[in-house]
């Protein structure tokens, strides 16, 4: 067994490893993950794989519009929220709904949002941003939501989520610079899936993106992705130190998504089959499921429950986003605090086509 | 000839212009392996090989910078930018640099770089993949906009782009990138920019329109003919920077009424610009105020409402009905 994590102001190549793909500890066990904890971060991995597979089943039949899964980086979206404080901020990126519905997002909203329908963005309470579909964007506001926190005197901390092709973007390294600057409270969480849609890793940087923290004065620590227990050490350490005034880290977790970029993308045109197979040998799942049989701590009647449970959540989400639809109008009433004149006038040439359409359209 | 789609046609361009000109490269996301997001770019790697079929590092801004540099430095780059709405990061060396450093030099360096970008709605894509802003880019001096309506056109209008001397941002309306199969010559030829083209004729009212919204108003123009016996004119852009000035006013001096149809937002949109001009050239000829039939002026909305946004047939109709019976 090696020594407990530290996230440092140096870079760490090896990536921090505490739970091997055969369910092994490689590390003792981080201060504060205790049995329960392992269990919740278990049963949100199981819950959060059934979401996955229901969507992509939901797009395939056309229920669905244009979806971005995340299945095989489970223990990133499960492990970089559940050791954080609920009103910590969370600024993801369309891949990371999983980590919004694990900071308190209802698994309807983010069905609606894919649904196509902007309610599905309407988070009151949760301290969440909307998904930001604009690669590395997310990554400046995570830095002004620290900054603020700080300011204000919040004690909050902010998580910027974002995948290996964010880094290549200028707002990347502003939001690092910034945060290195101000030595703000802030998670720089970037989930290096080793591809970019199409793009390999070695096409986005010509060094280890953890390496990248050391010119911005921003600490720096690499994990297993695939990891749970490395990844809840990572964040929650990172996160005391925001919180001790210490400054930003950088966290670069190395995993893999399964499946395509997102539905409208064909992954056979730039990866190979035995490639996604290596990846699933490290499946975060299985690796703690096993742990945790191992410790006693979980068994076949668990998971046979927990699966049914599971169903039937994810069933529920299914019929109530179905069930919600935004109205035509919608499209006019958030753009202003208050409409402007054209907005007013447009609002109603389409109110009026909407009766017209209701009294059975027109001659 | 072949008979191609819109995106086939613009593969087929890129393809004809590279084979006679070893300065053209095709550089962007996802543009070499994956052949492009939507295949604009299929095969050009295998054709090309990985100096001339690039993919770059994910950064407009360093896209757009890197092939004005490109650009001046003797290259002829085909930039990607793979969804209008993410030019954004990008828009600083496009509208500071690429637009003005023919004028800053008076004349020394030119950018002839073309910036071809998928554009407009109608494909119920995520959010932040249906804009078509290209209004701002004709309010930016220096740089020529061109958005295509049909496959011939998209090869022709593309090769030409390619040969200009100035930056130009070339549209590719994605609703219709699959929408029809046209004749398409093999070889590189040119349809010329600034031009645009009657893709109907009538004497009633004029349609005028650009990209995907041609077809839209094409099938209005039917819809007018049948029910109201209107023979309205559809005038296609093609070219939105610089217009094709001569074929407005001839057309609105013709019908005397005029609808502009553009699926951008109304306000500051280029339907006030046409309005404008065409007030102030033939205002005595006009039988009725130009009307504009537009998307509105809110952001593009996510799939579920996508419909209500965008203009139809039946809000061109409306358009038509207002100046033929002002
Ligand atoms: C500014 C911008 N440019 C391009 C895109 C199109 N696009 C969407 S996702 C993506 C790849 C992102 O890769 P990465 O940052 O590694 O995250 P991953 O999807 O792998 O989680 C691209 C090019 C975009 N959304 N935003």
């Known amino acids: ?363 | 000839m072949a008979k191609l789609t819109l995106v086939e046609a613009v593969r087929d361009g890129l393809a004809a212009e590279m084979r006679q000109d070893p300065r053209v490269i095709v550089l962007g996301e996802d543009v070499g392996v994956n052949g492009g997001v939507f295949r604009a770019t299929d095969g050009l790697l295998a054709e090309f090989g990985p100096d001339r079929v690039i993919d770059t590092p994910l950064a407009e801004s360093g896209i757009i910078g890197t092939a004005i540099g490109l650009a001046i430095g003797g290259m002829r780059p085909v930039a990607e930018i793979q969804f209008m709405d993410f030019i954004a990061p990008g828009h600083d060396q496009l509208v500071s640099h690429a637009a003005r450093m023919r004028n800053r030099t008076r004349g020394a360096l030119t950018v002839p770089l073309v910036i071809r970008t998928p554009s407009g709605g109608g494909i119920r894509p995520p959010e932040h993949h249906s804009d078509s802003t290209e209004a701002v880019y004709c309010h930016y001096p220096g740089i020529k906009v061109v958005i295509p309506s049909n496959p011939y056109d998209a090869k022709g209008l593309l090769i030409a782009a390619i040969r200009d001397d100035d930056p130009v941002l070339f549209m590719e309306p994605k609703r219709i990138y699959r929408a029809q199969r046209q004749e398409v010559p093999a070889e590189a030829y040119t349809v010329p920019l600034g031009k645009a083209r009657v893709a109907r004729e009538g004497n009633d009212c004029t349609l005028v329109s650009w990209g995907a919204m041609v077809d839209v108003c094409l099938e209005a123009a039917e819809q007018a003919e049948r029910e109201h016996r209107w023979q309205a004119e559809v005038l296609d852009l093609r070219t939105l920077n610089p217009m094709d000035i001569d074929a407005v006013i001839a057309s609105a001096e013709k019908t005397g009424r005029v609808a502009v149809v553009h699926e951008a937002p109304r306000q500051c949109g280029l339907g006030a610009e046409i309005a404008a001009l065409i007030q102030e050239r033939v205002f005595l000829y006009l039988q009725a105020p130009v009307v504009r039939v537009t998307g509105y002026d809110v952001p593009f909305p996510l799939a579920s409402l996508e419909d209500v946004y965008l203009p139809n047939v039946r809000r061109v109709m409306a358009g038509i009905q207002k100046v033929m019976q002002f």
């Not at chain 1, 996230?7 to 090896?14: H, I, P």
């Not at chain 1, 939001?175 to 970019?196: D, E, K």
């Not at chain 1, 730039?270 to 490290?282: A, T």
Request: aromatic share 10%; hydrophobic share 40%; net charge negative.
């Open chain 1, 1 to 363: 067994m090696g020594s407990a994590p530290t996230v440092t102001g140096e870079c760490v190549q090896a990536p921090l490893q505490c739970l091997t793909p055969a369910g092994e500890l490689a590390a003792p066990l981080p201060p504060g993950l205790d049995a329960n904890r392992l269990v919740e971060i278990y049963r949100w991995m199981v819950r959060l794989r059934a979401f996955d597979s229901r969507a992509l089943r939901l797009q395939r039949q056309g229920r669905l519009g244009t979806y971005a899964p995340y299945s095989g980086q489970e223990a990133c979206q499960v492990c970089s929220v559940l050791p954080l404080q609920r009103t910590d901020w969370i600024c993801p990126t369309y891949r990371d709904h999983g980590a919004m519905m694990v900071h308190g997002v209802p698994m309807a909203n983010i069905l609606r949002y894919w649904r196509g329908d902007e309610w599905g963005s309407h988070l009151p309470g949760v301290y969440t941003l909307p998904i930001s579909i604009p690669i590395a964007t997310q990554c400046l506001h995570a830095v002004g939501l620290a900054w603020a926190a700080r300011l204000r005197g919040t004690g909050q901390v902010a998580v910027a989520y974002f995948g290996d092709g964010a880094t290549s973007q200028g707002d990347f390294h502003e939001a690092m610079n910034f945060a290195g600057v101000f030595r703000l409270p802030v998670i720089f969480f970037c989930q290096n899936n080793l591809y970019a849609i199409s793009v390999p890793l070695a096409r986005q940087t010509a060094a280890p993106i953890v390496t990248k923290a050391a010119g911005y004065g921003v600490a720096a620590l690499r994990v297993d992705g695939n990891d749970p227990i490395a990844v809840w050490a990572a964040v929650s350490q990172a996160a005391a130190r925001a919180r001790a005034g210490e400054g930003a880290t950088l966290i670069e977790a190395l995993t893999y998504r399964y499946g395509p970029h997102t539905t409208a993308d064909d992954p056979t045109r730039y990866r190979s089959e035995d490639e996604v197979r290596q990846w699933q040998e490290r499946d975060p799942i299985t690796r703690l499921h096993r742990y945790l049989v191992h410790q006693g701590l979980w068994d076949a009647a668990s998971e046979e429950a927990l699966q049914e449970q599971v169903k039937a959540e994810v069933a529920a989400a299914v019929a109530e986003a179905e069930s919600l639809h935004p109205a035509p109008t919608d499209i006019f009433d958030y753009v202003y605090g208050e409409a402007p004149w054209y907005i007013r006038e447009q609002r109603r040439e389409v109110l009026a086509e909407a009766r017209v359409g209701e009294g059975g359209g027109h001659g």
